[in-house]
């Protein structure tokens, strides 16, 4: 760090300010990230935006149209979230959906009633008029509903392209404004056809053309990481996790030397990693890597906390601190680079006002109000799978970029309550054992995450002749497109039995092994 740091500096320039871009405005559905996750699978920069977001929060975006989400009101309800004027204003496509479709109805002078029964789950939709949105569709397709309210009258202007059952206006148009209703979810899986539909909207009625690839976000992000650091030293805190070797590997291919990651050991890694990590970049990457074996003063922080929040500041702010301590060597550093990725910035509730905020993650939230470092987020845009695609064409070993996430706050959120030393050993060789054996059945790939927690309960088991009291210890495995929302894997009876003998037998402190059956939502992939 310089001896006179200057004020923060602002991210960088958002690369994708140069592509055709599609706009959903959140109106608070669970599932309006994956409108835009589907959005940017067909190669179109998409944004999530609070439905209540000024005008100027799109300034300088080539926007080609909008989707209005899904939401939990009903347009007449008191408060009931409506889209803003300046969007009507545009003169854009806008498609609705579910309540985003009420919505566009209700503004433009259509009814919206009470259906006679809530319309949840699957339905079949029966096409009456032909339309862009459902070209090369069958004329019935499988959708999947879920709603109260529905569509009476369709507002001047709009045709009604499909029915259901239940909804007379499952799909309404109006080709002329190339605005677009759909009364079910096109987003989610259960819709098979739904990508079509989505893709109709972005290529025929917005006329996106589809330039949003890893090839062009890399070049784009590294002409943009050069302009944002000058000739500035970056310094990168690498975890060993996907997101930040692509965060790392991206500022390197921009500035080469300019970049010293900083590596942090924690104390709070997986086994084998620390060593894994310091191999990888510095033989592999040929990166500057500067190790820092820190576990006393993280677990010094964590002593008789038990609350999860104040695990992730303190653990935050901890690994900043080292940070500015270690950067004070490095002449000239001036940036941080993180792997911040768009759902953390979305989940952290920094996305807009009004947004719950679930867990502050450490990526986000955690930063001390006076860290005196500019940020470099390269991956502030991305999910996670255009992340592991920007990996792999920046050519990173597999493992790395297959890898499953590891949270910031490590293993201290997966030892449940006091984090001590002993506790963490414990954890780490049950841990071990999960991971080889799903890696071993051939499993690793086909699951999004998966761990063990020590819990902090302690049970009475008998082992030979002697009765034992030790922890209980849970296996989490989920499967999930990403973390938004996740569901237990269904792991063979046979690999559950094996990872709990062996955890049993092998790891001294447990003696008890249970697998967390709950899906996202209603829990969370991690424990705390
Ligand atoms: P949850 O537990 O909220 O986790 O379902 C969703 C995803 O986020 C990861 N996670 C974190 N990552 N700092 C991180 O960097 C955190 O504090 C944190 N908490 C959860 C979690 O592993 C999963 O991939």
Redesign the pocket.
Known sequence: MTDTPGEPQPPAANPARSHETIVVLDFGAQYSMLIARRIRELNTYCELIPWDAPAERIAGLDVRGFIFSGGPSSVYDEAAPMAPQWVYDSGKPILGICYGMQLLAHQLGGRVGPGAEREFGPASITRSTPAALLEGLPDSVEVWMSHGDRLEELPPGFVSVAHSGNSPYAVMADPARGYYGLQFHPEVVHTPRGKDMLRNFVRNVCHCKGGWTAGNFIDETVAAIREQVGDGRVICGLSGGVDSAVAAALVHRAIGDQLVCIFVDNGLLRSGEAEEVVTTFRRNMHINLVHVEAENKFLAQLAEVTNPETK?IRIGNTFVRIFEEESRAIEDARFLCQGTLYP?VI?SGSHGKGAQV??????VGGLPPDMKLGLVEPLRYLFKDEVRRIGEALGLPEEMVWRH?????GLA?RCIGEVTKEKLDILRRADRIVMDEVRDAGLYRDIW?TFAVLTDTKTVGVQGDYRTYGYACAIRAVVADD?MT?DWARLPHELLARISNRIVNEVHGINRVVYDITP?PPG???WE
């Not at 679930?358 to 990526?363: C, W």
């Open positions: 992730r953390d989940e679930i867990k502050t993650h450490h990526n996430p590891f949270p910031g706050p959120i995450q973390a996740a996202k969370t992939i991690e």
